[in-house]
């Protein structure tokens, strides 16, 4: 290894010993290390010890401004007293009751309420069960067996959405996934109608459209509005379920996620991460006519045959839903929403400035709260910075030079920030001193690793 590529390593290993050895203790305990791979960090993950507002602090005792932010669950940001209260008033009431409960139908009426177009909610548990439990029931309500997924489009682990996620598109991001599954997804270039066109056209096989209608994994792909209105009138015209995946979006690009702040709603919704108050939970929402057919009836061959079955042992679990019930509740008005966005406009404008003043290669840009981040974009042939351009999606998801986000993200927590490789989230709890802080930590990081060659 070069010299300049061990400078940032080496002092990020001297500053987290305690890290480092629970790094090594987790590989003999836990599958691989980690418990979520997007947690994975070279040299070794870093280990928190506590969380509160916009910080966090790890075990080797430093402080942090944490844009992970519960992977964009924690739009309050951590530990908010009304989320708080509400778990702990539920904890003297009991955590699982193997039953029905109040709190579900408070919070079920709560979604309803933010999301005005919608007739019902189903809770599950995550947002991987969210995405499957959609796709299930677009094709019940069809009879059709095929689903549309586009490229770079993320909707969780599950088999059905393991392709067309990385390049190269075609083939799974991981084994394991049978071929007879992967014959049943149809996958499609983002925001290229033609395309998209051609792929359906003639095909009477089709159940389902699935997509982030913010963009591809959290906006990475941003996706073209234009786009998104024709495919909606066109899946309307054609008996095709529309289902937008707003597991990140929801409740954070505007109280009804990214169909209120767009004016284009789907006919199924997932939601995850926010909806929960940061504890596990999901839900699919959408019209009585689609989701009742999760309904029992007096008919046992409805009930057998026709009805769309679901389980889960902790679907709308007591303390999930007293933690989103507090959490949705705060959200009502959109005013934390416009808190967050005016916070992300200010970082991303910030990071910018610096980024142009450095002169590196290297491109911040999102929409509302959320902070994406691409390194080295001309080196690869990105064109960001033209009001007509379209970058090119594959060389959006193929991240070659992945070594330089993680030492990116290194240099980071060594001037006291906590930032995804590839895009942050931003909270209530990130305040304007915190941003500033942000902007000279990445202003120091960058110039490290310019200063060492790797920009």
Not at 50 to 58: E, N, T
Not at 236 to 257: H, N
Not at 297 to 312: C, L, Q, S
Not at 379 to 408: I, K, W
Request: negative net charge.
């Amino acid at each position: 290894m070069k010299k300049t590529e061990t400078s940032i390593y080496e002092q990020f290993r001297r500053a987290h010993p305690r890290s480092e050895s629970l790094f090594g203790q987790a590989r003999a305990a836990i599958a691989g290390g980690l418990t979520h791979d997007i947690r994975h960090l070279h040299p070794f993950p870093i280990y928190a010890d506590r969380a509160h507002g916009s910080r966090k602090w790890d075990v080797d005792g430093h402080e942090l401004i944490d844009y992970w932010i519960g992977h964009g669950a924690l739009i309050l940001g951590h530990g908010h007293p009304a989320v708080r209260g509400a778990i702990a008033n539920q904890l003297d009431r009991g955590t699982h009751y193997g039953a029905c409960h109040e709190l579900e139908v408070q919070w079920a009426e709560q979604v309803l309420k933010l999301n005005p177009r919608v007739e019902r909610v189903r809770f599950v548990g995550s947002g991987t069960e969210a995405t499957l439990l959609a796709i299930r029931l677009a094709r019940a309500a069809t009879g059709r067996g095929k689903i549309v997924k586009f490229e770079g489009h993320f909707h969780g682990w599950h088999d059905y959405a393991a392709v067309a996620v990385r390049p190269p598109f075609d083939r799974p991001v991981s084994a394991g996934v049978p071929q007879g599954v992967l014959d049943e997804i149809l996958i499609c270039p983002p925001n290229d109608w033609d395309a998209f066109i051609t792929l359906v056209s003639g095909r009477d096989d089709i159940a389902g459209v699935i997509l982030e209608p913010e963009g591809g994994s959290c906006g990475t792909i941003p996706t073209n509005h234009d786009f998104l209105r024709r495919l909606r009138e066109f899946t309307r015209t054609q008996g095709i379920v529309l289902i937008f995946d707003e597991v990140i979006t929801g409740f954070r690009l505007a109280p009804g996620g990214a169909q209120q702040r767009y004016g284009i709603y789907a006919d199924l919704t997932t939601l995850a991460k926010i909806l929960a108050g940061g504890l596990p939970g999901g839900a699919v929402v959408g019209s009585a006519s689609l989701m009742d057919q999760l309904a029992f009836t007096d008919d046992p061959t409805w009930n057998r045959e026709k009805r769309v079955w679901h389980a889960g042992t902790f679907n709308a679990n007591p303390l999930s839903a007293a933690a989103g019930l507090a959490t949705l509740l705060l959200l009502a008005d959109g005013q934390i929403q416009i808190g967050a966005d005016r916070a992300g406009e200010i970082l991303r404008n910030g990071l910018t400035e610096v980024i142009t003043a450095l002169g590196v290669d290297v491109c911040v840009y999102g929409e509302s709260s959320i902070v994406n981040l691409f390194l080295e974009p001309h080196r690869h042939g990105l064109v960001f910075d033209r009001p007509d351009s379209q970058p090119d999606h594959h060389l959006l998801m193929d991240h070659p030079n992945q070594e330089a986000y993680h030492r990116l993200r290194c240099a980071l927590i060594l001037h006291g920030v906590d930032f995804p490789l590839f895009h942050g989230w931003i909270s209530a709890a990130h305040s304007d001193e915190d941003i500033e802080k942000t902007i000279l930590a990445f202003k120091a990081a960058l110039r490290l690793m310019r200063d060492e060659g790797a920009l």
